[in-house]
C-alpha cells in the first residue's frame, strides 16, 4: 500500500550546463511541491502505513531547510559559492546539481536516511519510501526511484555530502538533528497507548 504527503517550499538555484540560457545562467527560484510516497505491505496498530503527524517531524524539518534557500552545486565556481554563502543566511550545498532530478534524488535519500534511522512504537511494518516525486513547475516533475538514488552514473549521495548552513540548522527543533542523522543516533516516534488491543 502506498500513501502519499506533499510538502512544499520556495528556493533559488542555478542548473549548471543545462540547455536552457536562463537556467545556466542566472539564479532564479521556483515554488516547489515535493510528494513522498512511502509504501509498506502491513499496517500499524491505527490501521496505516505510516501516521502523517509522525512526518511533521524530523523529515520534514530537514525538508524545510530548502525554504527560502539557495542551493548550490558543490562543485560550481568558487566565487559563486562563496557569493552564495556570504549573501544569504540560508543555503543547502548539494554534492550534485540543484536540478528537479537531482532534488527528487536527494529528498527521497534523505527521507530513506531518516526512516532507517527511527525506532518506530506503533506496529509499523516495514515502511520506506517508495518514490519521490518534485514538482519545479506546475507543468513539469522529475520523479525518482531507489534504483535510480542508488545509480552512481548519476552522482554518489551521501550525508557527508550534503551541508547545511547554520541558520538552516539553527532553525531546526533539534539543531543537532542532522548530525545525529550522520553518527546513527537513532530517532524515537513516541510511545502510544492502544484504546483497543488488537
Known amino acids: ?8 517550499f520556495e528556493n533559488a538555484h542555478i542548473v549548471r550546463n ?8 542566472s539564479i532564479h527560484g521556483h515554488s516547489y511541491k515535493v ?17 502523517f503527524g509522525l512526518l511533521k517531524g524530523v523529515i520534514k524539518d530537514i525538508f524545510d531547510s530548502f525554504d527560502h534557500a539557495i542551493c548550490f552545486w558543490q562543485q560550481d565556481d568558487a566565487a559563486y559559492i562563496q557569493a552564495c554563502k556570504q549573501f544569504s543566511a540560508r ?22 536516511q531518516v526512516l532507517q534511522s527511527t525506532i518506530t512504537q506503533n506496529g509499523e511494518g516495514d515502511v520506506e519510501v517508495y518514490s519521490v516525486i518534485v514538482h519545479e513547475t506546475d507543468t513539469g ?19 557527508d555530502q550534503i551541508e547545511f548552513s547554520e541558520q538552516v540548522q539553527s532553525e531546526w527543533h533539534d539543531p543537532q538533528m ?4 550522520k553518527q546513527g543516533i537513532k530517532f524515537q ?7 483497543v488491543q488488537v
Open 1 to 8: 500500500m502506498l500513501i502519499r504527503k506533499l510538502f512544499k
Open 18 to 25: 543545462c540547455s536552457s540560457d536562463r537556467c545556466k545562467r
Open 35 to 51: 510528494e513522498l510516497l512511502l509504501k509498506a505491505s502491513k499496517l500499524d496498530h491505527g490501521q496505516m502505513v505510516y501516521d
Open 91 to 112: 543555503w543547502v550545498a548539494l554534492p550534485v546539481s540543484p536540478s528537479a532530478e537531482q532534488f527528487s534524488r536527494i529528498f527521497f535519500f534523505l527521507a530513506q
Open 141 to 159: 516533475y522529475a520523479q525518482s526511484f531507489l534504483e535510480d538514488v542508488e545509480n552512481v552514473q548519476m552522482g554518489v549521495i551521501s550525508l
Open 178 to 181: 542532522y548530525e545525529k542523522l
Open 189 to 195: 516516534n513516541p510511545t502510544v497507548e492502544l484504546q
